[in-house]
């Protein structure tokens, strides 16, 4: 009879607040923590709770397309709606993330992804690889943005990619001090919080839940999430 009860309460709870279940792809970094924290605002001002499901990158867009297991993905870069139309980009930046090249060796010229050209470059794997395909880099593929520093730190890889901030946490987190950040960035690009299309109705009140949050901060729109 307790047991009874206690479902009983839960599936109230649950159809009195339902649950958007949200695909990221690297877990709780610099980056999604901060995007987390903007979007769990946003969904309990319009009456959800958030649950964050980490998955691998490729995993996590592709669960996020097909909306069955989850309903939407924290963030990307760029438009992904080409190759998930059923996605649907939520048109207000969470993040401004600088893309920044890491390496030993402070003499190398950053000028866009040809200049990149002579290195052997260290990708995350699920990262889009294609400005660096179309300038014919020479890439390895790890799995996640801490490997390319250590393929870096091995002599492995010459250069890797990854957020300003993230990079620079990652390489005093593990000691790394010998790589470091180039100039200027390889690209300055916003980040949007993406929905499975049976939830586009959702869009228009997170978009001004959105607003409001970083009108709270007295922030502009990503102005202080440069990573």
């Given at each position: 009879?307790?047991?009874?009860?206690?479902?009983?309460?839960?599936?109230?709870?649950?159809?009195?607040?339902?649950?958007?279940?949200?695909?990221?792809?690297?877990?709780?970094?610099?980056?999604?923590?901060?995007?987390?924290?903007?979007?769990?605002?946003?969904?309990?001002?319009?009456?959800?709770?958030?649950?964050?499901?980490?998955?691998?990158?490729?995993?996590?867009?592709?669960?996020?397309?097909?909306?069955?297991?989850?309903?939407?993905?924290?963030y990307r870069l760029g438009d992904v709606t080409?190759?998930?139309?059923?996605?649907?980009?939520?048109?207000?930046?969470?993040?401004?993330?600088?893309?920044?090249?890491?390496?030993?060796?402070?003499?190398?010229?950053?000028?866009?992804?040809?200049?990149?050209?002579?290195?052997?470059?260290?990708?995350?794997?699920?990262?889009?690889?294609?400005?660096?395909?179309?300038?014919?880099?020479?890439?390895?593929?790890?799995?996640?943005?801490?490997?390319?520093?250590?393929?870096?730190?091995?002599?492995?890889?010459?250069?890797?990619?990854?957020?300003?901030?993230?990079?620079?946490?990652?390489?005093?987190?593990?000691?790394?001090?010998?790589?470091?950040?180039?100039?200027?960035?390889?690209?300055?690009?916003?980040?949007?919080?993406?929905?499975?299309?049976?939830?586009?109705?959702?869009?228009?009140?997170?978009?001004?839940?959105?607003?409001?949050?970083?009108?709270?901060?007295?922030?502009?729109?990503?102005?202080?999430l440069a990573f």
């Amino acid at each position: 009879m307790r047991w009874l009860l206690l479902l009983t309460l839960i599936s109230c709870m649950s159809e009195a607040q339902p649950t958007m279940r949200i695909a990221t792809f690297h877990g709780y970094n610099n980056h999604n923590v901060i995007a987390i924290e903007k979007l769990r605002a946003a969904y309990t001002a319009i009456g959800f709770h958030m649950l964050i499901v980490p998955m691998p990158a490729k995993r996590s867009l592709a669960a996020a397309a097909r909306g069955d297991i989850v309903d939407s993905e924290l963030y990307r870069l760029g438009d992904v709606t080409t190759e998930h139309p059923t996605l649907v980009r939520v048109p207000y930046p969470l993040l401004k993330i600088e893309m920044t090249v890491f390496s030993k060796d402070q003499n190398v010229r950053v000028d866009g992804w040809g200049s990149l050209r002579p290195y052997k470059v260290a990708f995350m794997r699920g990262f889009s690889t294609k400005p660096a395909n179309d300038a014919g880099l020479d890439m390895m593929q790890v799995t996640t943005v801490a490997s390319g520093f250590k393929m870096v730190q091995a002599g492995r890889a010459d250069l890797t990619i990854a957020g300003l901030v993230f990079g620079k946490n990652i390489t005093n987190r593990l000691g790394l001090h010998n790589i470091k950040p180039l100039s200027p960035p390889l690209t300055v690009n916003w980040a949007f919080h993406y929905v499975n299309e049976k939830h586009k109705h959702l869009i228009p009140a997170l978009v001004d839940a959105l607003r409001k949050t970083d009108a709270n901060s007295l922030s502009e729109p990503g102005s202080s999430l440069a990573f």
